[in-house]
């Protein structure tokens, strides 16, 4: 059976669930492990995204909760301090592990070798007992999770963030198919691991389905929202005052990486059909599309901006680079809805960053999105990718002026639900879980 945290530790919320005890002793110091992005990294290109600000928002929470984590990642720059505290018992540590830059997140796994020795000699600082657990951040972190979590004898919990054989199964046209390296990994590591984490309980049946996944081992935790940054406050009027964007106008916003994974071409084709239909609404829309080129669409960086040309909308969209989290919010809070037609998503941090900002969204019914937006109430899901489909969910935003107001409003309720208290709560308990696990396999283990 697979464990969802937040529907039995309500009960214990504000009584110290972090202080739980397994054997005697619990979990006071992770090594939290992220190989090929950077927590320091601006989200919204290359490979930062999603997982940077899952990993630094979850480690934040965890110190407070009295576990401190230090995260390893690859050093990306020459000169770059070995240690870098993050917040008050969060540090980033970083690891030489193949040249700077130019390398593609295809190529790390002839690097993990490197890294791993990266890791092993910070430990050798320390006594043997330092770490208390190992938690692994996608595949290529979780291969040398393995392998530390083995030397040390503590367990591994592993996150998978994405899969390679769920990403294949929904591939865009004209995206290449994760490579079989990748899932023959992924395998290993779901057996090797001590807990897995799933953002919902679909990625849990994902994790089941395709990599025979020992259910009691997999724990649904959902992902969190920083709802002191992402909120209404203060409000759309004044966001589109600091962005220079209309007042009056129709604002349908993209906001990640910009790759065929994200789809953001479906948003530019359903623009087109709609001022096709309605030809007057050219004067009051702008389409903002906030993020860089990451993966795949690093190898036709300018494929969106010829894409918006041929279909007549160039002078509608404006391409924005990433910004950070406090400008992101504004145009979340500046945009009338959030436009998000992911090929997969295992969960969609940015749905659950613009509700709580009270932005309604039009999302894929696929991965975690069915869970970030509550169809009909917090927004609209849309099954497939047919551009003609997000233009009519979009026509409701233009037929009902209010209709923003009163799903934003609702948006903001709901994403109240997913601080990131909760989650670090839900986390530690896992972490406790698998030590639990972890003895058990050792007392077994030696009769």
């Not at 490579?179 to 919902?200: C, F, K, Y």
């Not at 203060?234 to 916003?253: C, H, K, V, W």
């Not at 509700?355 to 696929?366: E, F, K, L, N, S």
């Amino acid at each position: 059976m697979v464990t969802t945290y937040t529907s039995r530790l309500g009960a214990l919320r504000g009584v110290g669930v972090h202080k739980r005890r397994v054997g005697g002793r619990r979990v006071r110091r992770v090594a939290m492990l992220s190989v090929h992005t950077s927590p320091l990294h601006q989200p919204g290109t290359g490979d930062a995204g999603g997982m940077n600000v899952y990993i630094v928002e979850l480690a934040r929470r965890l110190a407070e909760r009295d576990i401190e984590v230090e995260i390893f990642t690859r050093a990306t720059a020459g000169g770059l301090p070995c240690k870098v505290e993050l917040a008050p018992g969060v540090s980033v540590r970083h690891v030489y592990a193949g040249p700077y830059g130019g390398l593609a997140k295809e190529e790390l796994p002839a690097q993990l070798c490197a890294f791993t020795h990266g890791v092993m000699q910070a430990w050798a600082g320390h006594r043997p007992d330092y770490y208390d657990l190992v938690h692994s951040h996608y595949w290529l972190s979780g291969h040398v999770g393995w392998l530390a979590a083995q030397r040390w004898g503590v367990p591994l919990v592993h996150a998978m963030h994405t899969m390679a054989k769920v990403k294949n199964a929904a591939l865009a046209e004209g995206d290449c198919p994760e490579p079989t390296a990748r899932v023959i990994g992924e395998t290993q590591i779901v057996s090797a691991a001590d807990r897995l984490i799933a953002n919902t309980e679909e990625e849990a049946a994902e994790l089941v389905r395709h990599y025979a996944a020992v259910p009691g081992k997999v724990a649904v935790v959902h992902p969190g929202v920083n709802l002191d940054r992402f909120r209404p406050d203060p409000g759309r009027a004044a966001a589109r005052a600091r962005l220079g964007l209309p007042q009056d106008a129709l604002i349908p916003l993209f906001a990640g990486r910009i790759q065929p994974l994200k789809a953001p071409d479906v948003l530019i084709r359903a623009v087109a059909v709609l001022l096709d239909e309605d030809p007057a609404l050219r004067d009051r829309i702008v389409v903002p599309v906030v993020g860089g080129p990451s993966g795949s669409g690093l190898a036709k960086p300018e494929a969106l901006h010829k894409l918006a040309a041929q279909l007549g909308v160039a002078d509608v969209v404006r391409f924005q680079p990433p910004v950070d989290q406090e400008r992101l919010a504004d145009w979340y809070r500046a945009a009338t809805v959030l436009v998000m037609p992911s090929h997969s998503e295992s969960f969609g941090l940015v749905a659950i960053e613009a509700q709580a900002c009270g932005t309604p969204v039009i999302a894929a019914a696929v991965g975690g999105l069915p869970v970030a937006v509550r169809d009909g109430a917090t927004g609209f899901l849309v099954s497939g990718h047919d551009p003609r489909d997000y233009a009519a969910a979009l026509r409701r935003f233009v037929d009902q002026p209010q209709l923003g107001d009163t799903l934003g409003a609702a948006a903001a309720r709901h994403a109240r639900d997913f601080g990131w208290g909760t989650a670090a709560a839900d986390t530690a308990e896992a972490y406790a879980d698998a030590q639990a696990e972890h003895r058990r396999h050792l007392r077994s283990a030696h009769g």
